[in-house]
């Protein structure tokens, strides 16, 4: 465990992952699909959106999950999947009924309709079955809120998960506790497997930052010291929490992505997320992503 890294290791970091990104500096095809999922609750069709790498060959898979009441394609999902596809993933962003949140059997449910590694008719197997994928090389997943969540249950239904990125990410939002299906050893992903991001004023998980450190601490079985704003394993796995200080705005709340949080268009991305040299990032966790796949 350590914590918070000095910016000159981040700065490395990030310019690893810029060069490992130029690697393939090439064209990108996009491409879209649908599914219905492979549970009897997920009988309504949605979309799938993403790119691939135009060249020859087999590449694993990126699959984003946004938050409740999002769209599917807005620029976080699509900058995400822009950005696995250039490291050379098929990437895409999945639509399902994010319109209310859940419990721990909702969210089960729209998780098994994404992942479900048995059906014919999920969003995985239309991922895996294109031309393009090989998921035997692994499967990695990132997401928003709500869309975190479906993430981390996401190995529950598809043994090929490998990792998973989460963002606003916690056991617990407002009056619905997830403690049964998402903390630390009460699903298949395995912590060490797991990095979590959250803004120290996170509305959904009581807004301090002493909150939801307790949170991610749950979520991931890490503690560090009581201060801690970051903790993680020798892999980098565990949690991070942006402080207001950090971001461009000076507002780190649940949306910290977003240039002016959640009460911001969700398609106004803060620059220091989108393209920033920093832990939180995303460029620094979509490459910690890359380390789980073979490629």
Same mark, same amino acid.
């Given at each position: 465990?350590?914590?918070?890294?000095?910016?000159?290791?981040?700065?490395?970091?990030?310019?690893?992952?810029?060069?490992?990104?130029? !690697?393939?500096? #090439?064209?990108?095809? =996009?491409?879209?699909? &649908?599914? +219905?999922?492979? @549970? *009897?609750?997920?009988?309504?069709?949605?979309?799938?959106?993403?790119?691939?790498?135009?060249?020859?060959?087999?590449?694993?898979?990126?699959?984003?999950?946004?938050?409740?009441?999002?769209?599917?394609?807005?620029?976080?999902?699509?900058?995400?999947?822009?950005?696995?596809?250039?490291?050379?993933?098929?990437? !895409?962003?999945? #639509?399902?009924?994010? =319109?209310?949140?859940? &419990?721990? +059997?909702?969210? @089960? *449910?729209?998780?098994?309709?994404?992942?479900?590694?048995?059906?014919?008719?999920?969003?995985?197997?239309?991922?895996?079955?294109?031309?393009?994928?090989?998921?035997?090389?692994?499967?990695?997943?990132?997401?928003?809120?709500?869309?975190?969540?479906?993430?981390?249950?996401?190995?529950?239904?598809?043994?090929?998960?490998?990792?998973?990125?989460?963002?606003?990410?916690?056991?617990?939002? +407002?009056?619905?506790?997830?403690?049964?299906?998402?903390?630390?050893?009460?699903?298949?992903?395995?912590?060490?497997?797991?990095?979590?991001?959250?803004?120290?004023?996170?509305?959904?998980?009581?807004?301090?930052?002493?909150?939801?450190?307790?949170?991610?601490?749950?979520?991931?079985?890490?503690?560090?010291?009581?201060?801690?704003?970051?903790?993680?394993?020798?892999?980098?796995?565990?949690?991070?929490?942006?402080?207001?200080?950090?971001?461009?705005?000076?507002?780190?709340?649940?949306?910290?992505?977003?240039?002016?949080?959640?009460?911001?268009?969700?398609?106004?991305?803060?620059?220091?997320?989108?393209?920033?040299?920093?832990?939180?990032?995303?460029?620094?966790?979509?490459?910690?992503?890359?380390?789980?796949?073979?490629?």
């Amino acid at each position: 465990m350590h914590e918070r890294k000095n910016a000159n290791l981040f700065a490395a970091l990030l310019l690893s992952t810029v060069c490992g990104t130029s !690697a393939w500096a #090439q064209t990108l095809n =996009s491409f879209t699909a &649908t599914y +219905s999922g492979g @549970s *009897t609750s997920c009988n309504t069709t949605y979309n799938i959106k993403g790119k691939e790498p135009a060249s020859l060959g087999t590449y694993p898979v990126f699959i984003y999950l946004v938050g409740t009441s999002e769209t599917y394609d807005n620029a976080s999902a699509l900058s995400a999947v822009d950005k696995m596809a250039g490291r050379g993933y098929v990437a !895409a962003t999945i #639509q399902y009924p994010s =319109s209310s949140f859940g &419990t721990c +059997s909702t969210l @089960s *449910t729209r998780s098994k309709c994404i992942f479900d590694a048995g059906s014919a008719s999920s969003a995985v197997k239309a991922l895996c079955s294109r031309p393009t994928a090989d998921c035997a090389k692994g499967i990695v997943v990132s997401g928003f809120s709500q869309g975190s969540i479906l993430a981390i249950l996401s190995k529950n239904y598809d043994s090929r998960v490998q990792a998973v990125y989460g963002l606003g990410a916690g056991v617990q939002y +407002s009056t619905y506790d997830l403690r049964a299906c998402v903390a630390h050893g009460k699903r298949t992903l395995t912590s060490d497997r797991l990095r979590a991001v959250n803004g120290e004023a996170d509305g959904f998980m009581g807004s301090t930052e002493s909150s939801v450190r307790a949170q991610l601490q749950e979520l991931t079985g890490l503690a560090c010291t009581s201060t801690s704003t970051s903790c993680t394993r020798s892999n980098d796995s565990g949690w991070y929490i942006v402080k207001h200080a950090e971001a461009s705005d000076g507002n780190a709340d649940h949306c910290y992505m977003r240039q002016g949080g959640c009460l911001a268009s969700q398609n106004t991305l803060d620059q220091k997320w989108l393209a920033g040299t920093y832990s939180w990032s995303i460029d620094s966790n979509l490459q910690w992503l890359t380390n789980f796949t073979q490629r």
